[in-house]
């Protein structure tokens, strides 16, 4: 027996190995991915943690006092729109979007607006307050002009039932 009669059955025998090795790898590779699909969309998602504090406005005028009475009627909000999004960790969140409309003779300074999402007997499902003016893009609204903001609310299930949107001015500030 000659040395080339047995080396091609070592090639075979090493390439049946490493082939048998690249096989192994490839499918511990599936199952981490998969594993980590599944842990990612079956995890409960953090309620508190995800969830935005509720801003409030300093030095504005708020709901029930009499100057924000007076200027209630002169500061409008169009009839709000909702868009829906699916999060990574697999909930929703909603976007509440209006125009504002300013007819107070002042410029505002400060809005403070409350978004709600509500049920079939108009009973809160969730709801945030937030401060839209200023922010990033809007510093103020003068007089006669009009602008668009969001409010934005996460942390909903696939199962809640969202029947209606409301957006209300909750505080303003003038200058």
């Known amino acids: 027996m000659s040395i080339t009669g047995n080396y091609p059955d070592q090639a ?5 190995t490493r082939r048998t090795v690249f096989i192994v790898a490839g499918l511990v590779a599936v199952l981490l991915i998969v594993g980590l699909v599944f842990y ?7 309620q508190q943690a995800t969830a935005p504090a509720d801003q409030k406005l ?5 709901a029930g006092s009499p100057e ?5 009627e002169f500061i409008q ?18 976007t509440l979007a209006t125009t504002v409309r300013n007819f107070s003779g002042q410029t505002i300074s400060g809005l403070e607006v409350k978004g709600a999402v509500v049920d079939l007997q108009n009973k809160p499902i969730k709801d945030r307050t937030m401060i839209v003016i200023p922010s990033a893009g809007l510093t103020e ?12 609310i996460s942390g909903f299930k696939k199962e809640d039932v969202r029947a209606n949107i ?3 001015i909750t505080a303003v500030k003038l200058k």
């Open 40 to 46: 990612l969309k079956t995890r409960p998602e953090p």
């Open 141 to 152: 609204l003068e007089n006669n002009k009009t602008a668009r903001i969001k409010v934005i």
């Open 77 to 94: 909000l169009d009839k709000p729109e909702a868009e829906e999004q699916d999060t990574i960790a697999g909930g929703t969140q909603m």
């Open 12 to 16: 075979n025998a090493a390439d049946k």
């Open 166 to 168: 409301k957006m209300e």
């Open 68 to 72: 924000f009475e007076k200027y209630k």
């Open 58 to 62: 300093e030095g504005g005028f708020r």
